[in-house]
């Protein structure tokens, strides 16, 4: 019964909060937009503050340059799931964890740990790869990881976020070393090297870790897998050769010129003196094809795995009852 000058209100139903949102598949394009916006930027703030000689927008130079590339291949990666489980707050914190506890506590223990004889290498790559797939760990404790290409994307989110902090951190080492003369002509160098070889690196190492570590999942745990195993020694390795190859490349060039072969491992070589031209020809041709047979290893490693991950079965859901059918 209604009294009057009273409302009636219908009590509605009490809701429990909602937990994190999956991430919606970013549009396909988007990676080329920030690419192409981001090389502009880039290039536009490095002419003005070249012409100004102002040097408080040498950071926006380091910071554009060294961002560009991981930023575009996370949006790249986050294109490509339709139906991922990841969320906004694990791709976050997986970019920028790595690129700050990642980073620094990588060189806290390269610093002290890593050894100067036989191993380095190794060593830094076990170090690198084992903290970011910590970090992996991490992030998908409050997520669904029983898909591998969750994984691989949520990976190379985290590595590029590594990728991106440690190479801000050459940028500025550069221009310590070579001081206000060249500034910004010398730091777009570091920072289109890196750039150049950024997808092949960090983010397609801890790509294929993540989509390991995924892939190991049974009854919603991670375990440890022959295949977990096998990534994690293999990414270790194409670290650890990567690291090798400036070296490697010094060696060749040389033995080739004619100054002798000096084999050792770690080879951490550097020049010394001037090389002649042959040396330094048989330098660039060396250290160059060694980079690309470790990229194109790694990168068709990726593909074959991306391609062999299978999209877990849809939870089923219970069938709706039929309406009676009304008698005529």
Do not use: C
Request: aromatic share 10%; hydrophobic share 55%.
């Amino acid at each position: 019964m209604d009294l009057p000058g009273f409302e009636t209100f219908a009590a509605s139903p009490v809701t429990a909060p909602a937990g994190p949102r999956r991430m919606e598949r970013l549009p396909t394009q988007l990676w080329k937009h920030l690419l192409a916006g981001g090389a502009a930027v880039w290039l536009f703030a490095a002419a003005i503050t070249e012409i100004t000689g102002d040097d408080i927008l040498i950071p926006t130079v380091i910071v554009v340059g060294s961002f560009l590339v991981p930023v575009t291949l996370a949006a790249f990666a986050l294109s490509r799931r339709a139906d991922g489980q990841l969320t906004i707050e694990a791709v976050v914190f997986g970019f920028l964890a790595a690129g700050t506890l990642g980073v620094v506590t990588t060189a806290l223990l390269e610093t002290y740990v890593v050894p100067a004889a036989a191993g380095t290498f190794i060593a830094v790559g076990v170090i690198e790869e084992t903290a970011k797939g910590v970090l992996v760990l991490v992030i998908a404790r409050g997520l669904r990881h029983d898909h591998a290409r969750d994984g691989m994307v949520l990976g190379a989110v985290v590595g590029a976020g590594f990728a991106a902090f440690e190479s801000s951190g050459y940028a500025l080492q550069t221009m310590l070393d070579h001081g206000r003369g060249q500034a910004v002509i010398d730091i777009m160098e570091t920072e289109a090297t890196r750039a150049m070889l950024a997808p092949f690196g960090h983010i397609l190492w801890t790509a294929l870790l993540g989509g390991a570590l995924f892939a190991s999942t049974r009854g919603g745990r991670f375990t440890v897998t022959r295949g977990l195993v096998l990534t994690f020694v293999g990414v270790v390795t194409l670290h650890a050769l990567w690291d090798e190859t400036y070296g490697w490349a010094i060696m060749i060039g040389q033995g080739v010129a004619g100054a002798g072969w000096d084999v050792i491992w770690p080879n951490a070589q550097a020049w010394i003196e001037t090389p002649t031209a042959s040396a330094r020809l048989w330098f660039n041709v060396s250290y160059d094809v060694l980079l690309a047979l470790n990229a194109l290893v790694g990168s068709v490693w990726l593909a074959i795995t991306w391609r062999r991950a299978v999209t877990p079965e849809p939870e089923a859901r219970p069938a709706r009852p039929r309406r009676p059918v009304a008698s005529r």
